[in-house]
């Protein structure tokens, strides 16, 4: 019995997660990010540089909400960054499913994401296309 | 700087050469462990044979790239578009490059840019940055 949702199952319009994930930017989780990726933006004595593709950590964690099963393909990926994120800042993601179709034998998805500060203000939007792993 | 809004103006591009610790340090600063990137014995068995790199650091790449030529304004209004076109493997020598396609006026006037991501000869991501350009 297969503990991931099936295609079939994933719904146009379908809101995930249904609660927004909550994610802090701290200066630490900025840090590490700026490092792991050799962002020339990081440097000595430059405090609070957040780069925007931190969306990469805080999005997929709303993304996950699908519970696709293993071996997906992250085909596409779109972000707008609609303002620089801070330090500080409280970030709440939730996605909705816009799209579902077949290609040359591949079941694809498209999910489109929302991030707003505590204030609901847009900071980042996103559009995912990724192919559905395979199912037993 | 008008010249550098011409196109076929050739952003700084930027090079990483990828190895397990790049992967393992990126994936310890997302959160994403999928043993695909992570685990040298299971990636072994499936078809790419090797580790592969996340995505959205080829991804986060392309931003800087963007970043690096416009930091204001990209961090504040940016949008990045990509496809993940092919695998990057330990010891991959990984460039990112962007070139200005064209500077439109609508919806508002921003500067439109073709990046790429190559591995030797062959091409591993395609999208486009478009960054906005405040008035003049």
């Known amino acids: 019995m297969p503990t991931y949702r099936r295609y079939s199952g994933l719904s146009i319009g379908e809101v995930l997660p249904a609660d927004a994930v909550r994610f802090e930017v701290t200066e630490m989780v900025a840090r590490a990010y700026a490092i792991a990726t050799s962002d020339p933006g990081y440097g000595a004595g430059r405090s609070g540089f957040v780069p925007p593709m931190i969306a990469a950590v805080y999005v997929p964690a709303a993304l996950s909400a699908r519970n696709g099963p293993p071996g997906g393909v992250h085909a596409k990926q779109r972000f707008t960054f609609h303002r620089a994120p801070r330090i500080g800042d409280v970030l709440y993601t939730q996605g909705i499913v816009r799209e579902k179709f077949e290609k040359k034998g591949r079941k694809y998805y498209v999910i489109e994401t929302s991030t707003r500060d505590r204030e609901g203000d847009l900071v980042t939007s996103g559009v995912t296309t990724g192919i559905w792993g395979p199912e037993d | 700087m008008a010249s550098n809004l011409a196109a076929g103006y050739a952003l700084p591009g930027i090079t990483r ?120």
């Open chain 2, 17 to 136: 050469v990828i190895d397990q610790e790049t992967i393992d340090v990126y994936a310890a600063a997302s959160g994403d462990f999928n043993p695909l990137h992570v685990d040298p014995d299971y990636a072994r068995a499936t078809p790419f044979g090797n580790t592969i790199l996340h995505g959205y650091f080829t991804m986060a790449l392309a931003a800087q790239v963007m970043e690096l030529w416009r930091p204001e304004d990209w961090r504040n209004g940016g949008t990045l578009e990509v496809n993940f076109l092919g695998p990057v493997s330990p010891g991959d020598r990984l460039e990112l490059s962007a070139t200005v396609d064209e500077v439109v006026e609508t919806p508002k006037r921003s500067a439109v840019c073709r990046i790429t991501g190559r591995v030797g000869d062959r091409v591993v991501l395609a999208g486009t940055g478009i960054c906005p350009i405040p008035g003049r």
